[in-house]
């Protein structure tokens, strides 16, 4: 639903109001609402009506609040959380979410009507909290009304408590113009569509993004092509009173601020044993390399478009890892400098020393080997999120293997999206509902 809104209100998840008030009477207790109000002769003019009602107790969370005036308008809604039972965040998790803008995510906004007489919050409320619901009505001849409703929601019990695990980006941090959100839940998550539109993702560039899901834990925004460079995203995880599944709520709102830096795209050519790197458009090098040596699949290099995910200036690289025992005839167990990885297969780029055929042959076991000095280069060059581009091998880069998320083209991962529409990252919202399936 996009209406006209408050001034502190954005567009927010679209819940039609049909059947809204049957729906809202049902969720609580007690018989037809009896609004608080102040005003004198200006609370009969209004005749306002606020659900979930007063007194109202166990609300479920994800329950819209909507506020109708009969007559006049609404002029302002302010809703207050207090008491919350949804502790802290994901224990240990790494890198955890960030805390920053915590009180703007947490600000339950809403939609007003185009007739300005019915407003629905944008987002759940937070479960085992007291709520205090205030409404501003101005009647016909410009009197004022406040009308109040005080109620309860319902906490979310031990073991049915989503949280996040953990996210990729973290606040603060510069990334490549590919960067996906990435969202770790600690519980399997059956609402996709409703948590989808918990989570807003706005960017000083808008482009078309969606979610998809990887598993039913895994949760994954891209936009429809590459970010634009230098510029700031943000991430509002509306989780908190959001039903995962049957009687699994999120406890938690959380923000993500990161940056997008410069653009730089690198592109491998497996038949010239070469890589290419541009920045914002330029070539800036060109290194010879050798990619994995392609007699077997698992020592073939894969096809497509990767990202950087991590990087070490020292690691330790183990044939074990990918199931080839140390002391087996094709095992190995390395000492290697400035690996930057691009896959979950086992595939880094890192410094070479001993591979006398860079820009000759291909002799590795699957990675991409470079000189000392080119490896160095890449290592300190690189963001998490950078596109890396290889052509030429014959074995492709599968979706799943680490964030092989472009190599699902842009009509197919939108229909894998639970709403299947776009989301414009303008911060106006969006595409769906995330309140009840009746809400």
């Not at 007489?117 to 009505?137: I, M, Q």
């Not at 941090?173 to 569509?193: H, R, S, Y």
Request: with cysteine; hydrophobic share 30%; net charge negative.
């Amino acid at each position: 639903m996009k209406g006209s809104a408050l001034p502190t209100a954005v567009r927010g998840a679209g819940a039609g109001l049909t059947g809204l008030v049957l729906v809202l009477a049902t969720a609580c207790t007690g018989g037809d609402p009896t609004p608080q109000t102040t005003g004198g002769e200006a609370e009969e003019a209004a005749d306002v009506r606020i659900t979930p009602e007063d007194g109202a107790d166990k609300v479920e969370p994800n329950v819209p609040v909507t506020v109708e005036a009969a007559e006049g308008t609404i002029t302002d809604v302010r809703i207050e959380q207090s008491g919350a039972a949804g502790g802290q965040g994901a224990s240990g998790a790494s890198p955890s979410p960030s805390d920053s803008g915590e009180s703007e995510v947490d600000a339950v906004t809403g939609t007003l009507s185009e007739d300005g007489k019915t407003w629905v919050s944008d987002w759940n409320l937070v479960p085992g909290s007291d709520v205090t619901v205030t409404a501003a009505v101005e009647t016909g001849d410009g009197e004022q009304a406040e009308v109040v409703s005080k109620f309860s929601t319902l906490p979310a019990v031990e073991g049915k408590r989503l949280e996040l695990q953990s996210n990729f980006p973290t606040s603060g941090q510069t990334v490549g113009v590919g960067m996906p959100v990435i969202v770790n839940f600690d519980l399997p998550v059956e609402n996709k569509a409703q948590v989808e539109n918990s989570m807003e993702v706005t960017s000083e560039h808008p482009v078309d993004g969606a979610w998809n899901w990887f598993g039913d834990k895994t949760a994954v925004f891209r936009p429809e092509e590459y970010w634009e460079p230098y510029q700031n995203v943000t991430v509002d995880m509306h989780l908190a009173g959001v039903e995962a599944s049957e009687g699994v709520y999120g406890i938690e709102n959380h923000q993500l601020n990161f940056a997008v830096g410069r653009e730089q795209i690198s592109t491998i050519e497996d038949s010239e044993h070469t890589m290419t790197v541009e920045r914002d458009g330029e070539t800036i090098k060109n290194f010879p390399i050798s990619n994995g040596r392609g007699d077997i699949r698992k020592y073939t290099t894969t096809s497509g478009v990767h990202l950087t995910m991590e990087k070490y200036e020292h690691l330790v690289m183990d044939s074990s890892t990918t199931g080839i025992p140390v002391d087996s005839p094709e095992g190995y167990k390395l000492d290697v400098d400035y690996a930057v990885r691009f896959s979950n297969s086992g595939e880094f780029t890192h410094a070479a020393p001993w591979n006398g055929r860079l820009g000759e042959s291909n002799e590795s076991h699957g990675c991409t080997n470079m000189s000392n000095a080119d490896a160095k280069w890449f290592y300190e060059e690189s963001l998490m999120g950078d596109p890396l581009i290889i052509n030429g091998t014959d074995r492709e880069l599968e979706v799943d293997n680490g964030w092989g998320y472009w190599q699902r083209p842009w009509e197919e991962w939108l229909a894998n999206s639970a709403t299947g529409e776009p989301d414009t990252t303008d911060g106006e919202g969006t595409p769906g509902g995330v309140h009840g399936e009746d809400g």
